[in-house]
């Protein structure tokens, strides 16, 4: 089956705008999460999903830059029609959802993902299920008729905004989860929404190794011996203990 990695990203977040196109060590946001989405074993092909406001077009041509990519534009609004357009679009008939606010997505763990979703043949797969994860490696897996269902039937805003809670609900128990390491690694908060947290991913990015993508293991061992990175931004964590999937 053809498994696309559709990624979302805007430039109108109201917390920090133009975030994606924001420099991380020498490359946009952006490009570090199109290049580690490129990366994941099971991924066909990958799909920049922005819209069609004017003030995206700078997402849209960046992301014209990166071989390998295509670009799909849709309502700024509606990101679940988006999702199902940009899925036409690619072929898809499993769809891997991303966002461009976490460029240490890691590879290894989507990959994971999607293998656990086609062993269980489950309508949905994640690894937010229980928040035992940094914030910032979340992925999810869906067949395309799953998507094409929430898009025909959801009706409430958020649903419509929020991509999979129309589809988490209609999979219910059938949905399954990749659990992971929890402890310390559970609190880590690695995504890019506020300024201090682009100043954490500053702080980091010099230290991972600039050979390779770093996994999150690495990226653990980096805050380990540097617990004044992680403290950047610890007030925008949100405890691991009770935290809902997003």
Not at 53 to 80: H, K, M, Q, Y
Not at 147 to 176: N, S
Not at 205 to 234: C, S, Y
């Amino acid at each position: 089956m053809k498994t696309v990695a559709i990624l979302q990203a805007r430039t109108g977040s109201s917390r920090l705008p133009g975030k994606v196109l924001a420099d991380l060590c020498g490359k946009p946001v952006l490009v570090h999460c199109l290049d580690r989405a490129k990366a994941i074993k099971g991924v066909d092909a990958v799909c920049l999903a922005t819209t069609t406001s004017p003030g995206d077009d700078a997402v849209a041509d960046l992301a014209g830059n990166v071989p390998g990519v295509t670009i799909f534009s849709g309502s700024e609004a509606d990101v679940l029609g988006r999702y199902l357009g940009a899925a036409q679009e690619t072929g898809a008939e499993v769809v891997l959802r991303l966002t461009c606010d976490c460029p240490l997505i890691d590879p290894e763990i989507c990959a994971a993902v999607i293998a656990l979703r086609a062993e269980a043949e489950a309508p949905y797969a994640t690894n937010v299920m229980e928040r035992d994860w940094p914030h910032g490696l979340d992925c999810e897996a869906f067949p395309m008729a799953e998507l094409e269902q929430a898009a025909a039937e959801a009706t409430e805003p958020y649903d419509r905004e929020h991509v999979t809670p129309y589809i988490r609900r209609h999979a219910g128990t059938r949905a399954v989860n990749l659990g992971g390491p929890g402890g310390a690694a559970a609190e880590q908060r690695w995504t890019l929404d506020y300024p201090e947290d682009l100043a954490f991913l500053r702080a980091l990015f010099p230290l991972l190794p600039q050979d390779r993508r770093a996994g999150w293991r690495e990226v653990m061992a980096v805050i380990e011996k540097h617990p004044e990175i992680a403290a950047i931004n610890t007030d925008r964590a949100i405890p691991a203990q009770g935290k809902a999937a997003s």
